[in-house]
């Protein structure tokens, strides 16, 4: 396993010893092109590094020496499009082979790339370039992202380039490349973050971060030389560089990419791990929700071992059928685009259903209290790392050209990751959500995850988005917007049924006073809920609380013309 090189040590005994002596080690002028990819290139040239397959039936299969030489290729032919080092460039990739290509070239030039989401219109990929200060931008031709981009960039002196350029220059471009030096501190890669409640913020990462994702590849997804890794993102996402390329090829696995256009089934997912043996597997709990409504007996899915989620919380309700169509527990992960993984299940601890796990080596995460003091066992608090010892590897540098927003959240000797949780007495830690999120009601702190988890234990519940809406006696209400499965009708006898399943399962103060009905739920373009649009939505609508029947009521201007 390349990533030892990077370690302190080969094995480690206990929690307690990796802890310790887990944290990677980051070398002088580190480039993961360079010193990962090409060197991999010379010690297992026939490795393979990428299996890529799509929708129409393609199949790709890429070597480690493969990728040294056309990303030297394609780095060669950005140079000759008048790129240099510290150039932004926006990437519309969606999953093309030719994104993992690209990434590597830039990393060996100094380019910065800015992988974005195909889901974008005009406006959003005008704001991109501006606020980057964009010198191209590089689309694999899909027709929708192509008007969108050409929007975007009328009247600026920005190229457009095309996969298929990429792609033959892979045949055409000298394939050596002199290094290009970079210190450990440079810009490797900016994220927009998904803006769901404020304008996109630029995370910037700088050339270490790829070993930060030797915690999320060896230990979390306990990866090996010979497994086949899938991780379900488009490449526009940082979820990305957490499960298809630093860690898995640091860890010697194979990266698996099925590139579907529109949406996948679960039929299209499953069939796709039957047919090329996927040994481990990394989604959203949006995913896992989708997946344990399948017949599992219909797929060959012998050689799936390990399987991850992270990005929400997740259900303990998901946790427990996945478990039993497939006889493998989840484990979970936690972090941020601004992070590596931070939090996790790790092989020595017993999965807890809904629990974020534990610390990862090299992050001292403390929750802390408003006031900026720790918090005892079973307390919210918010989630935050500890600097006195530097920065962690793989935690970003600051928001790129915003020196007051990256003030406002490293602050105190402290990142402050603005989400909150508890830890449990026997040293798990419990996502609580976003501070924004928590419901202040009469007096009481009410998670939307726990209240959520346990309305999904419901048969009539497929999806549920758990928010606050203002209440004249006790500030905030606990609302539930609730898409209904098959069969099942929104009826008042239905709202009843499911306040008294709640308070039989919990805190009665937590139980939804109001729910109402929906057919889907508002998500981001990452598959999140939006429960920040849907308190904006409700406030437009001036939502009320029926005091007799606990269900929505009118609101005020309808009331008047009733």
């Not at 040590?9 to 990796?18: A, L």
């Not at 959003?124 to 899909?142: G, L, M, P």
């Not at 913020?201 to 270490?208: G, L, S, Y």
Request: with cysteine.
């Amino acid at each position: 396993m390349f990533a030892l090189k990077f370690l302190k040590q080969e094995k480690f005994e206990n929690y307690d010893d990796y802890i310790k002596n887990g944290a990677p080690i980051v070398p002088d002028h580190f480039n993961f092109a360079y010193d990962v990819i090409d060197v991999l290139a010379q010690e297992t040239p026939d490795a393979i590094a990428l299996l890529w397959t799509n929708d129409s039936g393609e199949t790709k299969k890429f070597t480690f020496r493969d990728l040294s030489r056309m990303s030297n290729a394609v780095a060669n032919f950005l140079l000759s499009r008048g790129l240099t080092r510290g150039d932004t460039v926006l990437l519309f990739m969606r999953r093309r082979w030719e994104y993992w290509i690209l990434m590597l070239a830039m990393h060996k030039i100094g380019v910065i790339p800015i992988p974005s989401t195909n889901q974008l219109k005009a406006e959003d990929i005008e704001y991109r370039i501006e606020q980057a200060e964009s010198k191209a931008v590089i689309a694999f031709d899909d027709g929708h992202i192509i008007d969108e981009i050409k929007k975007a960039i009328t009247n600026k002196d920005i190229p457009l380039i095309f996969n298929d350029a990429i792609a033959e220059s892979i045949n055409t471009m000298p394939t050596t490349l002199e290094r290009v030096p970079n210190e450990n501190t440079d810009t490797m890669v900016i994220y927009f973050t998904s803006g769901t409640t404020a304008m996109p913020k630029m995370v910037a990462h700088n050339f270490t971060y790829p070993l930060g994702h030797i915690n999320t590849a060896v230990f979390w997804q306990r990866l090996h030389d010979g497994d086949i890794h899938f991780t379900l993102s488009e490449s526009g996402w940082a979820k990305c560089s957490w499960g298809k390329m630093y860690g898995q090829w640091l860890a010697g696995a194979t990266v698996f990419v099925f590139d579907f256009s529109g949406i996948a089934t679960a039929h299209d997912l499953l069939s796709a791990m039957a047919t090329h043996h996927i040994t481990s597997f990394c989604a959203p709990p949006t995913v896992y929700k989708m997946l344990i409504h399948a017949d599992f007996s219909k797929y060959d899915l012998s050689a799936l071992a390990k399987a991850d989620v992270a990005g929400e919380a997740l259900n303990p309700e998901v946790f427990e059928r996945f478990q039993k169509s497939t006889g493998i527990k989840l484990h979970e992960g936690f972090g941020q685009t601004e992070t590596c993984l931070m939090m996790f299940t790790n092989q020595w601890i017993e999965p807890k259903p809904g629990s974020m796990g534990m610390p990862a080596a090299g992050w001292d995460v403390q929750l802390l209290d408003e006031g900026g003091r720790p918090v005892p066992t079973g307390t919210v608090g918010e989630i935050c790392v500890s600097l006195k010892n530097g920065h962690p590897v793989g935690l970003f540098q600051g928001y790129h050209k915003n020196d007051k927003l990256t003030s406002k959240v490293f602050r105190d000797g402290y990142y402050h990751t603005g989400d909150v949780a508890y830890r449990d007495a026997d040293g798990y830690y419990w996502f609580v959500g976003r501070n924004d999120d928590l419901i202040k009601t009469s007096g009481y702190r009410v998670s939307p995850f726990e209240v959520e988890s346990v309305l999904l234990e419901h048969p009539a519940v497929r999806e549920v988005a758990v928010t606050g809406i203002p209440d004249p006696t006790r500030g905030m209400a606990v609302k539930a917007t609730i898409v209904l499965n098959k069969y099942f009708q929104g009826t008042d006898v239905l709202i009843r049924q499911l306040q008294d399943h709640v308070r039989a399962r919990t805190a009665s103060y937590k139980y939804p006073r109001v729910i109402e009905f929906v057919d889907s739920l508002p998500m981001t373009i990452s598959g999140k809920i939006r429960r920040a649009l849907i308190r904006t939505l409700d406030s437009a609508k001036d939502t009320i609380i029926d005091p007799v029947k606990n269900v929505i009521g009118l609101g005020k201007d309808e009331e008047k013309q009733k």
